[in-house]
T-cell receptor, first 109, second 114 residues
Framework: GQNIDQPTEMTATEGAIVQINCTYQ??????LFWYQQHAGEAPTFLSY??LDGLEEKGRFSSFLSRSKGYSYLLLKELQMKDSASYLC??????????WGAGTKLIIKP | IAGITQAPTSQILAAGRRMTLRCTQD?????MYWYRQDLGLGLRLIHY???????GKGEVPDGYSVSRANTDDFPLTLASAVPSQTSVYFC?????????????FGEGSRLTVL
């Protein structure tokens, strides 16, 4: 079966750096997405990786290793507003999005 | 403001009742999707539409139906609601029918079936 694994919850300190990991086992691969979802709100797009390597976008970076079935989202200079759930999703060979359950990130002052 | 609008935002209904969740987008996106989100689970695709006039079944289609009469509207109907359909429902759209583009989500409809 297809599976996306990411930690259920993480805690970090304001101003610090946190890395949220995502491992996947899917039938084929056509890209990996990260979305941010604040409590009670809709998910919003953060990043899309289809080639190996690091994609940087401001304080957020996303890394992909297709051979390892692994991605991470790196958040730098954490702010209180970064408290949210972070969803990893993989596009499989049928171009269907397979979603992880999300990682709830708690930022402490 | 361009975007995707869902209604109602919240609804409580009795089991056995019929319910339609509305979704409208003004971005002229070809593809639209309905997901449900339950605690501890990832978003699960109910139905999708790659273009007006066509629809397809997702991962959890049973008990739900959709229609896509035009580009903008994609309503989701529960013919006879059951408690297991209690969930938060998100409508989404994208500019690409291969799902390689960014998904834009509505604000969600919280449905409680008693």
């Amino acid at each position: 079966g297809q599976n996306i694994d990411q930690p259920t919850e993480m805690t970090a300190t304001e101003g610090a750096i946190v890395q949220i990991n995502c491992t996947y086992q899917t039938s084929g691969f056509n890209g990996l997405f990260w979305y941010q979802q604040h409590a009670g709100e809709a998910p919003t797009f953060l990043s899309y990786n289809v080639l190996d390597g690091l994609e940087e976008k401001g304080r957020f970076s996303s890394f992909l290793s297709r051979s390892k079935g692994y991605s991470y989202l790196l958040l730098k200079e954490l702010q209180m507003k970064d408290s949210a759930s972070y969803l990893c999703a993989v596009l499989d060979s049928n171009y269907q999005l397979i979603w992880g359950a999300g990682t709830k990130l708690i930022i402490k002052p | 403001i361009a975007g995707i609008t869902q209604a109602p935002t919240s609804q409580i209904l009795a089991a056995g009742r019929r319910m339609t969740l509305r979704c409208t987008q003004d971005m002229r996106h070809n593809a639209m999707y309905w997901y449900r989100q339950d605690l501890g689970l990832g978003l699960r695709l109910i139905h999708y539409s790659n273009t007006a006039g066509t629809t397809g079944k997702g991962e959890v289609p049973d008990g739900y139906s959709v229609s896509r009469a035009n580009t903008d509207d994609f309503p989701l109907t529960l013919a006879s609601a059951v408690p297991s359909q209690t969930s938060v429902y998100f409508c989404a759209s994208s500019d690409s029918d291969t799902n390689t583009g960014e998904l834009f989500f509505g604000e969600g409809s919280r449905l409680t079936v008693l």
